[in-house]
């Protein structure tokens, strides 16, 4: 069995690695602001962010009816059809101009979004209903990591394609190339024949929910609504960055550096790896612990990311905004299996996954909107810092349970020496009186 789950969760990555191409669109951003006869568009920031807002909303929505049917009708004809419409998306954005913005929204917006909702939908809960669950964390990681690392390689070859063959050409090659290699990888998705239990290893991250949870359940336990804020304010973080880059080199530079999608692809690279590393390191010291520091981590980056201009700067800017992103990616997935179990991860995962839609729809449009106003983008990273810091803080409360007694006229604190889950869990707790 562990060897055809580790088929189901390389091809998870590798559909994930051409469904990446949306954390490759600051390449296309960057041309498509380009004046008409430097081979762009002439569109504005705030125009050319807009397909891949609505990629981003499409994406995050779609996950919730995706993992309802992945569930139900299991994840290889959910994928294919992802694979599917994230081809014929990029084909019809190929029919773009400088005056028609429509085909982009149509085709790369709504199509490829939906069909990237489709592909990750599926992908992920595979995967990780073939392991047992102290390896959670890793499955996950090494699934989504497919996402993460995609612009290593569809950033430079974007940029030798629209260099090469312009905006349009580019399009409908990468549409063509995908449609081809995701639904190729989606063959190879299925869900076991039975659930795989065994117990967890000492040291591990929390134990899974001793009964496997409905949406319904999730949606009455406090810990949800928790960890949506946590997930939306990491969210619109990461994809402000990301959805910018380029972009972003280029004026904080005064355009003196022109390898932006060089950036993209470094950020890509710790993106993934912090998918992997993150869910490794969660496995041994918890989730909510591993969460809390990478929010911590990330919003140091994002309040000293308005000083940098020089290449090394980037290097290390981007280092740490694509590492502590993508680390979120794979452990809230890994958090909602802890906490609700893997028969419905599916569709709960779906649910707590609008929390990045949100993020990743303000993100982008709020960088954008700032810097077209005050051509920086020094607000938005104070915002985005605040969030994140808002973040640590929420995981840090999951750790103590507060409670009152009046009659008695007594508070008790309590203070978890294990990472929380919304059920009850055994185990020590610190307790501190105050009447």
Not at 61 to 67: C, E, K, Q, Y
Not at 99 to 127: D, E, K, N, Q
Not at 128 to 154: C, S
Not at 253 to 259: A, C, E, L, R
């Amino acid at each position: 069995m562990n060897r055809r789950g580790w088929v189901v969760t390389l091809a998870g990555m590798g559909l994930n690695l051409a469904l990446g191409i949306l954390y490759a669109w600051s390449v296309f951003g960057k041309q498509l602001v380009e004046a008409v006869d430097k081979g762009g568009f002439g569109w504005t920031k705030t125009q050319a962010t807009l397909p891949y807002i609505i990629a981003i909303a499409c994406f995050a929505i779609m996950m919730v009816p995706a993992g309802r049917l992945q569930d139900r009708v299991g994840p290889r004809i959910v994928a294919s059809a992802g694979g599917v419409l994230t081809g014929v998306g990029l084909v019809v954005a190929s029919f773009a101009s400088p005056r028609s913005i429509m085909p982009a929204i149509l085709g790369f917006g709504l199509l490829a979004g939906t069909g990237f909702g489709l592909g990750y939908a599926a992908a992920t809960p595979a995967a990780v209903k073939w392991f047992p669950p102290e390896r959670k964390g890793l499955i996950t990681g090494l699934v989504v990591a497919g996402f993460g690392v995609a612009p290593v390689y569809i950033a430079p070859l974007s940029k030798y394609l629209l260099t090469t063959y312009g905006i349009n050409n580019s399009f409908r090659i990468l549409g063509i190339a995908f449609l081809i290699t995701a639904t190729s990888f989606a063959q190879l998705i299925r869900n076991p024949d039975r659930p795989v239990a065994k117990p967890g290893m000492p040291g591990s991250a929390p134990q899974p929910a001793r009964v496997d949870q409905t949406w319904r359940d999730m949606l009455k336990t406090p810990a949800f609504y928790s960890l949506w804020i946590q997930y939306a304010c990491a969210a619109t973080a990461g994809l402000m960055i990301i959805g910018h880059m380029a972009k972003i080199v280029a004026v904080q530079s005064g355009n003196t550096i022109k390898i932006g999608f060089v950036f993209v692809a470094l950020l890509a690279s710790f993106n993934a790896a912090g998918r992997i590393i993150a869910g490794v390191i969660s496995d041994y010291v918890g989730r909510i612990v591993t969460i809390g520091l990478v929010c911590v981590l990330q919003a140091l980056a994002m309040f000293f990311f308005s000083g940098v201009s020089t290449i090394g700067g980037f290097i290390v800017a981007s280092a740490v905004v694509g590492f502590c992103y993508g680390s979120c990616l794979s452990l809230f997935p890994a958090t909602a299996a802890d906490y609700w179990g893997t028969k419905n991860l599916g569709l709960n995962y779906g649910v707590l996954f609008t929390a990045w839609g949100v993020g990743g729809v303000v993100g982008p449009i709020l960088a954008g909107k700032i810097a077209d106003a005050t051509g920086s983008y020094g607000a938005a990273y104070d915002i985005a810092g605040v969030l994140l810091i808002v973040a640590f803080l929420l995981s840090a409360l999951a750790y103590i349970n507060v409670s009152v007694n009046v009659p008695e006229r007594e508070i008790k604190i309590q203070i978890k020496k294990r990472s929380p889950a919304p059920h009850p869990v055994s185990g020590a707790t610190n307790q501190v009186r105050a009447t």
